[in-house]
């Protein structure tokens, strides 16, 4: 069938985005270099070439060459607006498409390293609009979704047509698989509906034929569709069935009552995915040819690779003995619930709670390391669920029920009811989940018991070892549950939350120095009665001014004047932050600018240092961001990068908020040479110290500028004199100071004012 013939419509429209240019526009030099890093092991679809095989996962797509065995990734970073991949093909002129589970389809063009994003499904109204399977017949793509067929130009990107009733069947049926035999065959839930021979207007009903279990098809759930033998075999979720004339025959009875999941025919074989087994056929015997463990999706055949097996896992290169994965290097989830880097620049990551927790797993210098039962030992289960760096750069990770480890770079500790006195949930106390760290100014760790049989929430180890228990008494003797978000103030104050329904809100405890003395310990309890915006509690964190920022369902309360602490409270001076009225906080994080990053469900926030100026907002619209309910935020202060983790993945970027230098060394300024007049180029410079002044000046001395660095390492000059006018080109001088006009350090920068 020629489908250029057929009537043009539903041409609807087309988004090209180049992502990395759309924030370089919006942001500027603010905020540059954003990365996305996702799992790419739960693959769905595959699509081999003569190069390799391309893969469509749950964290975007790959590619991996046999060749020399490298791997390219993508994600929305490379311009892509997909991100849970369901589909992939390759078109005839060598671009890779990509479906998604949310309707979107990205092309790729390997030759250009661009990528245009087709958004018609997924700004449809439609409820149901994943991407099935992807299909090429001459210069057409065949999209099978959720509610039925579209035909897409595979040079223009533009719609043909869309076909959402087949003869008998109701309107808007999900079609599995398509299959092009000279007519389209779809394969749908409700069977198979096949294109009349000379039908040309395929939106018209009466243009299909259907075949049911009525026909003889094993099931109506219909999977897949292959020619083998030059008969047409369908899998269903209940079996095999071969197309003889009107009517279907179940086949190979061996898998009655069974689902396939796919088919496929390569070297006079055909293949048959069901349940976790490969089963070789050739016509006449049927023997096994690969079984599992894991789940295995869909196949595929590469002249270089062999039988392949999209997984769970990555991909499954099934004739080699042992069998090969395949999958590029990267975190053990997409989950990243709690973060931190650590004192060198590592990120470290906790992974989730029950059955979603991968373990805890580590990235440095461009490699990620996963930590979990199978590769260490030591670890009781892989549920860890909150991170925490001490000074000491030791990371602590709880476990949702079997305590918490101690990581150094030469070991790992379990901490639980078994070595330690530390007591479970009431109706467990073998279950001992541990739900936060902090440290004080002894280096004592502090660690917050989740849900205390025994009621002592706080629990404390010091640095030789020894181990002291806190009832608090403002938890007024109950058995509370749900404790989360410790902190330990410039004072040694502990502050945690409980949205237990007996006693919700936030609560503090000082055992004023004195570890066995209980008689001189505060305690106290803060509510909405007490000025918080919400009893349900869910981030808090403590800024460079030592006041302490505490996130609730609706909004941000500030409490300064954390000193003058007293069993009621009554001392604090509690604030709400206007700026973040209404919004749904799950982490804050500070950086070396006193600014607040803000988690929301809404993408990620950042206010000024006071928070009465909202500064940026970042989203999964107008950022890299890949999902916009923000689970956790981390900073490294000394490059000024910003982690944000989500349910689909973690993103990075680098801000110009960097920890200050303690002394001056030598300034780093750039773009050199300086660019100015056409556009908003700003000069940054590197390499201050906290609160410097610097000042712009002639080579013969003439002052043109003078202003004060944010705060941290890194300034920036627009490029004009204190009237507002651009400078002339020429080369300048810059000198910074620090504020007691001690130390002084100096640089140049040439100018070219166009």
């Given at each position: 069938?020629?489908?250029?013939?057929?009537?043009?419509?539903?041409?609807?429209?087309?988004?090209?985005?180049?992502?990395?240019?759309?924030?370089?526009?919006?942001?500027g030099?603010?905020?540059?270099?954003?990365?996305?890093?996702?799992?790419?092991?739960h693959?769905?679809?595959?699509?081999?070439?003569?190069?390799?095989?391309?893969?469509?996962?749950?964290?975007?797509?790959?590619?991996?060459?046999?060749?020399n065995?490298?791997?390219?990734?993508?994600?929305k970073?490379?311009?892509?607006?997909?991100?849970?991949?369901?589909?992939?093909?390759?078109?005839?002129?060598?671009?890779?498409?990509?479906?998604?589970?949310?309707?979107?389809?990205?092309?790729?063009?390997p030759?250009?390293?661009?990528?245009?994003?087709?958004?018609?499904?997924?700004?449809?109204?439609?409820?149901?609009?994943?991407?099935?399977q992807?299909?090429?017949?001459?210069?057409?793509?065949?999209?099978?979704?959720?509610?039925?067929?579209?035909?897409?130009?595979s040079?223009?990107?533009?719609?043909?047509?869309?076909?959402f009733?087949?003869g008998?069947?109701?309107?808007?049926?999900?079609?599995?698989?398509?299959?092009?035999n000279?007519?389209?065959?779809?394969?749908?839930?409700s069977?198979i509906?096949?294109?009349?021979?000379?039908?040309?207007?395929?939106?018209?009903?009466?243009?299909?034929?259907?075949?049911?279990?009525?026909?003889?098809?094993?099931?109506?759930?219909?999977?897949?569709?292959?020619?083998f033998?030059?008969?047409?075999?369908?899998?269903?979720?209940k079996?095999?069935?071969?197309?003889?004339?009107?009517?279907?025959?179940?086949?190979?009875?061996?898998?009655?009552?069974?689902?396939?999941?796919?088919l496929?025919v390569?070297?006079?074989?055909?293949?048959?995915?069901?349940?976790?087994?490969i089963?070789?056929?050739?016509?006449?015997?049927?023997?096994?040819?690969?079984?599992?463990?894991?789940?295995?999706?869909?196949l595929?055949?590469?002249?270089?690779?062999?039988?392949?097996?999209?997984?769970?896992?990555?991909?499954?290169?099934?004739?080699?003995?042992p069998?090969?994965?395949?999958?590029?290097?990267?975190?053990?989830?997409?989950?990243?619930?709690?973060?931190?880097?650590?004192?060198?620049?590592?990120?470290?990551?906790?992974?989730?709670?029950?059955?979603?927790?991968?373990?805890f797993?580590?990235?440095?210098?461009?490699?990620?390391?996963?930590?979990?039962?199978?590769?260490?030992?030591?670890?009781?289960?892989?549920?860890?669920?909150?991170?925490?760096?001490?000074?000491?750069?030791?990371?602590?990770?709880?476990?949702?029920?079997?305590?918490f480890?101690?990581?150094t770079?030469?070991?790992?500790?379990?901490?639980?009811?078994?070595?330690?006195?530390?007591?479970g949930?009431?109706?467990?106390?073998?279950?001992?989940?541990?739900?936060?760290?902090?440290?004080?100014?002894?280096?004592?760790?502090?660690?917050?018991?989740?849900?205390?049989?025994?009621?002592?929430?706080?629990n404390?180890?010091?640095?030789?070892?020894?181990?002291?228990?806190?009832?608090?008494?403002?938890?007024?003797n109950?058995?509370?549950?749900?404790?989360?978000?410790?902190?330990v103030?410039?004072?040694?104050?502990?502050?945690?939350?409980?949205?237990?329904?007996?006693?919700?809100?936030?609560?503090?405890?000082?055992?004023?120095?004195?570890?066995?003395?209980?008689?001189?310990?505060?305690?106290g309890?803060?509510?909405?009665?007490?000025?918080?915006?919400?009893?349900?509690?869910?981030?808090?964190?403590?800024?460079?001014?030592?006041?302490?920022?505490?996130?609730?369902?609706?909004?941000?309360?500030?409490?300064?004047?954390?000193?003058?602490?007293?069993?009621?409270?009554?001392?604090?001076?509690?604030?709400?932050?206007?700026?973040?009225?209404?919004?749904?906080?799950?982490s804050?994080?500070?950086?070396?600018?006193?600014?607040?990053?803000?988690?929301?469900?809404?993408?990620?926030?950042?206010v000024?240092?006071?928070?009465s100026?909202?500064?940026?907002?970042?989203?999964?619209?107008?950022?890299?961001?890949?999902?916009?309910?923000?689970r956790?935020?981390?900073?490294?202060?000394?490059?000024?990068?910003?982690?944000?983790?989500?349910?689909?993945g973690?993103t990075?970027?680098?801000?110009?908020?960097?920890?200050?230098?303690?002394?001056?060394?030598e300034?780093?300024?750039?773009?050199?040479?300086?660019?100015?007049?056409?556009?908003?180029?700003?000069?940054i410079?590197?390499?201050?110290?906290?609160?410097?002044?610097?000042?712009?000046?002639?080579?013969?001395?003439?002052?043109l500028?003078?202003?004060?660095?944010?705060?941290?390492?890194?300034?920036?000059?627009?490029g004009?004199?204190?009237?507002?006018?651009?400078?002339?080109?020429?080369?300048?001088?810059?000198?910074?100071?620090?504020?007691?006009?001690?130390?002084?350090?100096?640089?140049?920068?040439?100018v070219?004012?166009k």
């Amino acid at each position: 069938m020629n489908f250029k013939q057929m009537k043009l419509s539903n041409i609807r429209f087309l988004s090209i985005l180049f992502l990395s240019l759309f924030i370089q526009q919006l942001f500027g030099q603010q905020f540059t270099n954003f990365r996305n890093y996702t799992d790419m092991k739960h693959v769905s679809a595959l699509q081999t070439n003569s190069l390799g095989v391309w893969a469509a996962s749950k964290g975007g797509g790959f590619f991996f060459n046999s060749s020399n065995s490298s791997y390219t990734t993508l994600h929305k970073t490379d311009g892509f607006n997909g991100i849970k991949l369901t589909a992939v093909t390759i078109d005839n002129s060598g671009k890779i498409w990509f479906g998604s589970e949310n309707g979107i389809i990205d092309v790729y063009n390997p030759g250009s390293n661009t990528t245009s994003s087709i958004l018609d499904i997924f700004n449809s109204g439609r409820s149901l609009k994943s991407i099935n399977q992807l299909s090429v017949t001459g210069d057409t793509i065949i999209v099978a979704s959720d509610f039925g067929i579209s035909l897409i130009d595979s040079k223009s990107l533009l719609f043909l047509d869309t076909f959402f009733k087949f003869g008998s069947f109701t309107s808007n049926i999900a079609v599995n698989s398509i299959f092009n035999n000279g007519l389209i065959y779809a394969s749908t839930i409700s069977g198979i509906a096949v294109q009349k021979k000379g039908a040309v207007n395929l939106s018209a009903p009466e243009s299909w034929n259907v075949f049911t279990t009525a026909r003889g098809l094993p099931s109506n759930n219909v999977k897949k569709l292959v020619k083998f033998n030059s008969k047409l075999i369908a899998g269903t979720d209940k079996g095999l069935a071969l197309k003889n004339g009107a009517f279907w025959s179940k086949i190979l009875f061996q898998f009655n009552n069974k689902e396939i999941s796919d088919l496929l025919v390569a070297q006079d074989t055909l293949y048959i995915l069901s349940g976790n087994k490969i089963s070789a056929y050739d016509g006449t015997n049927l023997f096994t040819r690969f079984t599992s463990s894991i789940n295995l999706n869909s196949l595929a055949f590469s002249s270089t690779l062999g039988l392949l097996a999209a997984s769970d896992v990555g991909i499954i290169q099934v004739y080699g003995s042992p069998a090969e994965i395949i999958f590029p290097n990267g975190p053990a989830a997409n989950q990243f619930p709690n973060i931190t880097v650590d004192k060198e620049g590592a990120f470290w990551s906790a992974s989730g709670r029950d059955v979603t927790g991968k373990g805890f797993y580590k990235f440095n210098k461009n490699k990620w390391t996963t930590f979990n039962k199978s590769n260490s030992p030591v670890l009781p289960s892989n549920s860890y669920f909150v991170v925490y760096t001490a000074p000491d750069n030791t990371k602590y990770f709880g476990n949702w029920g079997r305590g918490f480890v101690k990581v150094t770079d030469k070991s790992i500790t379990n901490f639980d009811v078994n070595n330690t006195d530390l007591v479970g949930i009431e109706s467990d106390p073998s279950f001992l989940v541990i739900s936060g760290f902090g440290a004080d100014s002894k280096n004592n760790i502090w660690v917050l018991n989740f849900w205390a049989a025994d009621r002592n929430v706080l629990n404390v180890i010091t640095p030789k070892g020894l181990w002291y228990h806190f009832k608090v008494p403002s938890e007024l003797n109950l058995t509370l549950k749900f404790h989360f978000n410790l902190v330990v103030d410039q004072f040694n104050t502990k502050w945690y939350s409980s949205t237990d329904p007996k006693r919700s809100g936030l609560f503090f405890f000082n055992e004023n120095k004195t570890l066995t003395n209980t008689a001189d310990d505060v305690s106290g309890f803060i509510s909405t009665s007490s000025g918080l915006n919400s009893n349900s509690v869910s981030a808090i964190a403590l800024d460079k001014r030592g006041e302490l920022w505490v996130g609730t369902n609706f909004g941000v309360n500030v409490i300064s004047n954390l000193g003058s602490l007293s069993s009621s409270g009554s001392g604090l001076k509690i604030s709400s932050v206007f700026s973040l009225r209404q919004q749904s906080i799950n982490s804050i994080a500070v950086d070396p600018l006193n600014r607040k990053w803000i988690g929301t469900n809404q993408g990620l926030l950042l206010v000024n240092s006071d928070g009465s100026k909202l500064l940026t907002t970042l989203n999964t619209t107008n950022s890299a961001l890949l999902s916009d309910v923000i689970r956790s935020v981390t900073i490294n202060e000394n490059t000024g990068e910003v982690f944000a983790g989500t349910d689909n993945g973690l993103t990075s970027f680098i801000t110009t908020a960097v920890k200050p230098a303690a002394n001056f060394s030598e300034l780093f300024t750039y773009p050199s040479p300086f660019i100015i007049g056409n556009g908003n180029n700003k000069l940054i410079i590197d390499g201050l110290v906290k609160d410097s002044n610097i000042k712009i000046l002639t080579i013969s001395g003439k002052l043109l500028k003078e202003f004060s660095s944010p705060g941290g390492r890194i300034a920036s000059w627009n490029g004009k004199d204190k009237n507002g006018d651009y400078v002339s080109s020429g080369v300048y001088i810059i000198v910074a100071f620090d504020k007691d006009g001690n130390n002084i350090t100096t640089g140049k920068v040439a100018v070219i004012r166009k």
